[in-house]
C-alpha cells in the first residue's frame, strides 16, 4: 500500500512499517507514512494541518539502527528505513510517556466537558497504567480568561501547543504562547486579554485534552447524549461544513466537518457560536395578525388568509417582493414562482445594493476559493477580508507565507494577518478611481465615464498582476460591492482581467445570492430594484426573513416605505420595528431547522439536513409558501415534499449587462461615510448571539475618525459626537485611528444607533 499518491521514482522512498512495505516522498515524516497506510502510531502534539513541534514525545517509535527510540512526527523517512511501532523498546517508551504525561492531569474525567471527546483519555486506555505510581501533590495552573466563547482549565493543560501554533500558524494573530520553563511552564496569553481571532473555537478543536473548552456549549450535555446532522454556515457565502449536534431537539453545539474544497477542517467563530442566536425571546413561535391595531395570534389558516388577502388586492405594479439574500434556494424557487404567477416584477433580494446600472448579480469565483491559496498575486478592493470571509483570509494568509504579492485599495487600513505588498488608502469617493488607475496602468481599455486617479504605487499593483501570467485573483468585497458606484469597480476589473489575465472573484454580499441569482429572483420588464422599491412606495410589501432596520442600505427610506404599506412578512424573529410595520408575521424556520440547499461562492450546492427542532408552530418557509401559492391560485403548487419542488425549479438566464453609472455629484460639505458590516451582526441570527456579540470584535455603534478630522472637530477619543446627514442623527462615541482615509469616517451598519444614517451621505460631525 503506498503511503502518497503516484509521484515520479525520484522523488519517493521506500521504507517499511512493522513488516509493511511502503513508498512515501522525500522529506516527509514517519508518522506521515504510517497514517497513509492505516498504521496507527499515538500522538497528541502532532496535528496534520500544524507545523511539527515534536515535544510530546508520545509518537516515539523503534527504527533500525538508531540507538534510542525516534518521534514519528519529527523523523524524515529514508530509502530502506525499517520502523517498528509494537517492539518492546517502542511500546516501553510510549507508556512512559503516557506516565510522565499524567503525572500532574487532574483525575476529573468524570466533570470535564471534554469526556467521552478526550484524545488524553482515549490513548490512555492503550498506553497508561492502571495504577498510578506518582504519590507528591499535582501542580495547579491558574485558570486564565480568554474571553466569551473559549473557557479554560489549563490544570488540564499537557503543553502540546497546539494552539499556539493554530493561533500563530492559522489565525496568524501570535495570542497564545508558553510561558515559564520546566515545571512551571504554562500556556496563554501573556497580557490576560481574551483571544481576539475571529477563528478562536478552533483552539477547542485541536486541544487533545479539556484545557480548552466550548463556554458556550460547556455543561450542557455529553457527547453520547447527541445527535449529529450535517450542515453548513449560513452567515457568509463560503459554506463551511459543519456537524449540528442536538440535544433534545436543540442545537446545542456546532462543529467542523472536513471539506478541503471549502473549509479544510477549520470553522469561523461565526458559525460555530451563531446557533445561540436561534433561541432569543422574540422568536416567533405561532402566526400573528395586526387586528384594530393590536397583535394578536392566530392559527395558521387565518394567517395565510389574511396574507392572500393582501396580496391579491394589490395591483401586479403596486406589489414588492424583497428576499433576504440568505433565503434557501427551495424558497427562493417559490417566491420567484410567485411574483411571476401574479405578474409582478418587483421581486430583489439585493438589499444592500446602491449600483443596479450593470444589472449586477453574484457570481462564482472566477478563481476557486482553494486556490486562491496558491495565487501569485491578490488585490482586494474595498474588502476587509477577514470580516467578510475569514476562513478565505486564513488561506490568504497561506498564500502570503509562499510568497505571494498581496495589495489593498480600501477606505481603511484593514487588520490583516498578512502583511500586505502595497496599498492605497482613500476615501470612498475616490475608491473607484483608485482602482480605474491600476486598470488604466495596466493597458486596459476602460468604458467611457470611469475616472482614474494615479498614484505612485498603482503602477506597482498593475505590474505585478501582469507579471503573475494569469495566476493573480482581484476580490471585490463589500465596500465595493455595495458602493454608489459599484459599476466602476466591477467593469473596471473585467478590465483588468481582459488585459493581464487576472481571476475576479466578487464577494457575494448574502450566504445563498449565488442561488437567488440563478433563479432569477431580480426585477424582471419594468419590475423595480430593492432601491426603487423603498424609493418609491408600493402598496403592499412581502418581506422574506427581512429586518427593515438592518437589512437594508438605507434603513430610514425602508421604514418610510413600509410604515404607510401592508406588509406581509415571513420572520423566525418578531423585533419591535417589524411589528410596528407588518401587519401579518408568517414564523418560518432557520436553516438549522431544516432541510434546504444553498449554492456557495464557488458554485457548489449543499444541502443541508434538519437539525434543531421548529419552536412552536414555526414551519419550514418552502412549506408556508406552498400554502400561500396554493391560497393565490398559482400553478405548479402541486408538489407534496422538497424533493418534488426541487424536480420543478430551473435556473434563468443572467441578464446583467456592461454598463456602469454616471459619475456621481460633486459631494458637498463634510465627511464621507464608510459603511461596513460588523462580523457578528449581518444577520438576524447572529445580532442574537448573545456570546459573539461579547466578543471584542464586536465593536459597538461607534465613528472612527482619523486623527486630523477629529482634532478639526475638537473630538477627543471616547468623546461622544452628534453625527447628522441631513434626514437622521446620531450620537456616538468616538475612536480615533489613523487607520481611516482623511476626509472620511467609518460607523459601521447593523446596530440600532447606526441605521437612522444614510450610507452615502455627507455627514456632519459635531461634539454632542
Same mark, same amino acid.
Given at each position: 500500500?503506498?503511503? @502518497?499518491?503516484?509521484?515520479?521514482a525520484?522523488?519517493?522512498?521506500n521504507?517499511?512499517?512493522?513488516?509493511?512495505?511502503?513508498?512515501?516522498?522525500?522529506?516527509?515524516?514517519?508518522?506521515?507514512?504510517?497514517d497513509?497506510?492505516?498504521?496507527?502510531?499515538?500522538?497528541f502534539?502532532?496535528?496534520?494541518? $500544524?507545523?511539527?513541534?515534536?515535544?510530546?514525545?508520545?509518537? $516515539?517509535?523503534?527504527?533500525?539502527?538508531?540507538?534510542?527510540?525516534?518521534?514519528?512526527?519529527?523523523?524524515p523517512?529514508?530509502?530502506?528505513?525499517?520502523?517498528?511501532?509494537?517492539?518492546?523498546?517502542?511500546?516501553?517508551?510510549?507508556?512512559?510517556?503516557?506516565?510522565?504525561?499524567?503525572?500532574?492531569?487532574?483525575?476529573?474525567?468524570?466533570?470535564?466537558?471534554?469526556?467521552?471527546?478526550?484524545?488524553?483519555?482515549?490513548?490512555?486506555?492503550?498506553?497508561? &497504567?492502571?495504577?498510578?505510581?506518582?504519590?507528591? &501533590?499535582?501542580?495547579?495552573?491558574?485558570?486564565?480568561?480568554?474571553?466569551?466563547?473559549?473557557?479554560?482549565?489549563?490544570? &488540564?493543560?499537557?503543553?502540546?501547543?497546539?494552539?499556539?501554533?493554530?493561533?500563530?500558524?492559522?489565525a496568524?494573530? +501570535?495570542?497564545?504562547?508558553?510561558?515559564?520553563?520546566? #515545571?512551571?511552564?504554562?500556556?496563554?496569553?501573556?497580557?490576560?486579554?481574551?483571544?481576539?481571532?475571529?477563528?478562536?473555537?478552533?483552539?477547542?478543536?485541536v486541544?487533545?485534552?479539556?484545557?480548552?473548552?466550548?463556554?458556550?456549549?460547556?455543561?450542557?450535555?455529553?457527547?453520547?447524549?447527541?445527535?449529529?446532522?450535517? *450542515?453548513?454556515?449560513?452567515?457568509?457565502?463560503?459554506?463551511?461544513?459543519?456537524?449540528?449536534?442536538?440535544?433534545?431537539?436543540?442545537?446545542?453545539? %456546532?462543529?467542523?466537518?472536513?471539506?478541503?474544497?471549502?473549509?479544510?477542517c477549520?470553522? *469561523?467563530?461565526?458559525?460555530?457560536? *451563531?446557533?445561540?442566536?436561534?433561541?432569543?425571546?422574540?422568536?416567533?413561535?405561532?402566526?400573528?395578525?395586526?387586528?384594530? =391595531?393590536?397583535?394578536?395570534?392566530?392559527?395558521?389558516?387565518?394567517?395565510?388568509?389574511?396574507?392572500?388577502?393582501?396580496?391579491?388586492?394589490?395591483?401586479?405594479?403596486?406589489?414588492?417582493?424583497?428576499i433576504?439574500?440568505?433565503?434557501?434556494?427551495?424558497?427562493?424557487?417559490?417566491?420567484?414562482?410567485?411574483?411571476?404567477?401574479?405578474?409582478?416584477?418587483?421581486?430583489?433580494?439585493?438589499?444592500?445594493?446602491l449600483? +443596479?446600472?450593470?444589472?449586477?448579480?453574484?457570481?462564482?469565483?472566477?478563481?476557486?476559493?482553494?486556490?486562491?491559496?496558491?495565487?501569485?498575486?491578490?488585490?482586494?478592493?474595498?474588502?476587509?477580508?477577514?470580516? #467578510?470571509?475569514?476562513?478565505?483570509?486564513?488561506?490568504?494568509?497561506?498564500?502570503?507565507?509562499?510568497?505571494?504579492?498581496?495589495?489593498?485599495?480600501?477606505?481603511?487600513?484593514?487588520d490583516?494577518? +498578512?502583511? $500586505?505588498?502595497?496599498?492605497r488608502?482613500?476615501?470612498?469617493?475616490?475608491?473607484?478611481?483608485?482602482?480605474a488607475?491600476?486598470?488604466?496602468?495596466?493597458?486596459?481599455?476602460?468604458?467611457?465615464?470611469?475616472?482614474?486617479?494615479?498614484?505612485?504605487?498603482?503602477?506597482?499593483?498593475?505590474?505585478?498582476?501582469?507579471?503573475?501570467?494569469?495566476?493573480?485573483?482581484?476580490?471585490?468585497?463589500?465596500?465595493?460591492?455595495?458602493? @454608489?458606484?459599484? *459599476?466602476?469597480?466591477?467593469?473596471?476589473?473585467?478590465?483588468?482581467?481582459?488585459?493581464?489575465?487576472?481571476?475576479?472573484?466578487?464577494?457575494?454580499?448574502?450566504?445563498?445570492?449565488?442561488?437567488?441569482?440563478?433563479?432569477?429572483?431580480?426585477?424582471?420588464?419594468?419590475?423595480?430594484?430593492?432601491?426603487?422599491?423603498?424609493?418609491?412606495?408600493?402598496?403592499?410589501?412581502?418581506?422574506?426573513?427581512?429586518?427593515?432596520?438592518?437589512?437594508?442600505?438605507?434603513?430610514?427610506?425602508?421604514?418610510?416605505?413600509? @410604515?404607510?404599506?401592508?406588509?406581509?412578512?415571513?420572520?423566525a424573529?418578531?423585533?419591535?420595528?417589524?411589528?410596528?410595520?407588518? /401587519?401579518?408575521?408568517?414564523?418560518?424556520?432557520?436553516?438549522p431547522?431544516? #432541510?434546504?440547499?444553498?449554492?456557495?461562492?464557488?458554485?457548489?450546492?449543499?444541502?443541508?439536513?434538519?437539525?434543531?427542532?421548529?419552536?412552536?408552530?414555526?414551519?419550514?418557509?418552502?412549506?408556508?409558501?406552498?400554502?400561500?401559492?396554493?391560497?393565490?391560485?398559482?400553478?405548479?403548487?402541486?408538489?407534496?415534499?422538497?424533493?418534488?419542488?426541487?424536480?420543478?425549479?430551473?435556473?434563468?438566464?443572467?441578464?446583467?449587462?456592461?454598463?456602469?453609472?454616471?459619475?456621481?455629484?460633486?459631494?458637498?460639505? =463634510?465627511?464621507?461615510?464608510?459603511?461596513?458590516?460588523?462580523?457578528?451582526?449581518?444577520?438576524?441570527?447572529?445580532?442574537?448571539? %448573545? @456570546?459573539?456579540?461579547?466578543?471584542?470584535?464586536?465593536?459597538?455603534?461607534?465613528?472612527?475618525?482619523?486623527?486630523? /478630522?477629529?482634532?478639526?472637530?475638537?473630538?477627543?477619543?471616547?468623546?461622544?459626537?452628534?453625527?447628522?446627514?441631513?434626514?437622521? %442623527?446620531?450620537?456616538?462615541p468616538?475612536?480615533?485611528?489613523p487607520?481611516?482615509?482623511?476626509g472620511?469616517?467609518?460607523?459601521?451598519?447593523g446596530?440600532?444607533?447606526?441605521?437612522?444614517?444614510?450610507?452615502?451621505?455627507?455627514?456632519?460631525?459635531?461634539?454632542?
Open positions: 500500500m503506498s503511503a @502518497a499518491p503516484t509521484q515520479a525520484t522523488d519517493v522512498v521504507i517499511e512499517i512493522d513488516g509493511v512495505a511502503l513508498t512515501a516522498p522525500k522529506g516527509s515524516m514517519i508518522i506521515h507514512a504510517s497513509k497506510a492505516g498504521i496507527s502510531i499515538p500522538r502534539c502532532y496535528h496534520e494541518k $500544524l507545523p511539527i513541534a515534536a515535544n510530546c514525545r508520545m509518537c $516515539l517509535v523503534d527504527v533500525e539502527k538508531m540507538p534510542k527510540p525516534a518521534p514519528a512526527c519529527a523523523t523517512v529514508m530509502e530502506g528505513m525499517k520502523v517498528y511501532t509494537q517492539t518492546r523498546r517502542a511500546l516501553d517508551a510510549q507508556r512512559n510517556v503516557m506516565e510522565f504525561l499524567l503525572v500532574n492531569h487532574p483525575l476529573d474525567c468524570p466533570i470535564c466537558d471534554q469526556g467521552g471527546e478526550c484524545e488524553l483519555q482515549d490513548v490512555s486506555v492503550g498506553y497508561g &497504567r492502571s495504577v498510578s505510581r506518582y504519590v507528591d &501533590r499535582k501542580r495547579v495552573v491558574a485558570d486564565e480568561d480568554m474571553g466569551p466563547l473559549v473557557a479554560t482549565d489549563m490544570t &488540564r493543560c499537557i503543553q502540546c501547543t497546539r494552539c499556539v501554533r493554530f493561533t500563530a500558524d492559522i496568524g494573530t +501570535f495570542e497564545l504562547g508558553g510561558m515559564s520553563r520546566g #515545571e512551571n511552564l504554562q500556556i496563554g496569553t501573556y497580557d490576560g486579554k481574551p483571544l481576539t481571532t475571529e477563528l478562536s473555537g478552533n483552539v477547542i478543536d486541544c487533545p485534552v479539556g484545557a480548552l473548552t466550548n463556554k458556550v456549549f460547556r455543561y450542557r450535555a455529553r457527547a453520547w447524549e447527541l445527535v449529529a446532522r450535517d *450542515s453548513f454556515g449560513y452567515h457568509d457565502a463560503l459554506g463551511s461544513n459543519m456537524h449540528l449536534h442536538i440535544h433534545r431537539g436543540e442545537v446545542v453545539r %456546532t462543529v467542523p466537518r472536513d471539506n478541503e474544497a471549502i473549509n479544510e477549520w470553522l *469561523s467563530d461565526r458559525d460555530r457560536y *451563531s446557533h445561540q442566536g436561534l433561541y432569543a425571546g422574540d422568536r416567533v413561535t405561532r402566526p400573528l395578525v395586526r387586528d384594530g =391595531g393590536q397583535w394578536r395570534e392566530a392559527s395558521w389558516e387565518e394567517a395565510v388568509q389574511a396574507s392572500t388577502g393582501l396580496i391579491k388586492d394589490t395591483a401586479a405594479g403596486q406589489l414588492g417582493m424583497l433576504h439574500p440568505a433565503t434557501s434556494n427551495e424558497e427562493g424557487a417559490l417566491l420567484a414562482a410567485i411574483s411571476r404567477a401574479l405578474g409582478t416584477g418587483n421581486i430583489d433580494h439585493r438589499l444592500a445594493q449600483d +443596479f446600472a450593470d444589472g449586477a448579480v453574484a457570481e462564482t469565483f472566477q478563481m476557486p476559493s482553494a486556490a486562491m491559496e496558491n495565487a501569485a498575486v491578490v488585490l482586494l478592493v474595498g474588502c476587509n477580508i477577514r470580516h #467578510e470571509l475569514p476562513l478565505l483570509h486564513q488561506r490568504l494568509l497561506k498564500a502570503g507565507k509562499r510568497g505571494a504579492k498581496i495589495y489593498a485599495i480600501n477606505p481603511v487600513d484593514f490583516f494577518a +498578512f502583511s $500586505l505588498a502595497g496599498r488608502i482613500v476615501a470612498p469617493s475616490q475608491l473607484a478611481a483608485a482602482f488607475a491600476v486598470a488604466a496602468s495596466s493597458g486596459a481599455s476602460l468604458p467611457e465615464g470611469i475616472e482614474a486617479q494615479a498614484d505612485p504605487g498603482t503602477q506597482a499593483m498593475a505590474d505585478a498582476l501582469k507579471a503573475a501570467a494569469g495566476n493573480a485573483v482581484i476580490v471585490l468585497g463589500e465596500l465595493a460591492e455595495n458602493h @454608489a458606484q459599484a *459599476s466602476h469597480f466591477r467593469a473596471a476589473a473585467r478590465a483588468i482581467a481582459r488585459a493581464t489575465g487576472a481571476s475576479v472573484n466578487r464577494i457575494p454580499q448574502g450566504a445563498n445570492a449565488v442561488g437567488l441569482a440563478k433563479l432569477g429572483l431580480v426585477p424582471v420588464g419594468e419590475g423595480r430594484t430593492a432601491a426603487q422599491m423603498l424609493a418609491q412606495p408600493l402598496k403592499t410589501y412581502v418581506l422574506y426573513g427581512i429586518e427593515p432596520e438592518h437589512d437594508f442600505a438605507q434603513a430610514v427610506k425602508a421604514k418610510l416605505a413600509l @410604515a404607510d404599506a401592508a406588509v406581509v412578512a415571513f420572520a424573529f418578531a423585533s419591535t420595528e417589524l411589528k410596528l410595520m407588518a /401587519d401579518v408575521i408568517l414564523p418560518i424556520g432557520l436553516l431547522e431544516m #432541510e434546504a440547499t444553498l449554492t456557495n461562492l464557488d458554485g457548489f450546492e449543499q444541502t443541508s439536513a434538519a437539525g434543531g427542532k421548529l419552536p412552536g408552530e414555526a414551519r419550514p418557509g418552502w412549506r408556508v409558501l406552498r400554502a400561500l401559492g396554493e391560497a393565490l391560485a398559482v400553478p405548479g403548487f402541486s408538489f407534496t415534499d422538497i424533493a418534488g419542488l426541487r424536480a420543478g425549479s430551473s435556473p434563468v438566464a443572467d441578464t446583467s449587462s456592461e454598463r456602469v453609472a454616471a459619475r456621481a455629484p460633486a459631494r458637498g460639505e =463634510g465627511l464621507e461615510r464608510i459603511t461596513s458590516t460588523p462580523i457578528y451582526r449581518s444577520d438576524a441570527v447572529l445580532r442574537r448571539a %448573545t @456570546a459573539l456579540n461579547a466578543h471584542p470584535l464586536t465593536m459597538g455603534a461607534r465613528i472612527v475618525l482619523h486623527p486630523d /478630522d477629529a482634532f478639526a472637530r475638537g473630538l477627543a477619543e471616547g468623546a461622544i459626537a452628534k453625527v447628522s446627514d441631513g434626514t437622521g %442623527t446620531a450620537a456616538l468616538v475612536a480615533i485611528s487607520r481611516v482615509a482623511a472620511a469616517a467609518w460607523i459601521e451598519s446596530y440600532e444607533a447606526t441605521s437612522p444614517l444614510s450610507p452615502t451621505a455627507a455627514l456632519t460631525v459635531t461634539g454632542a
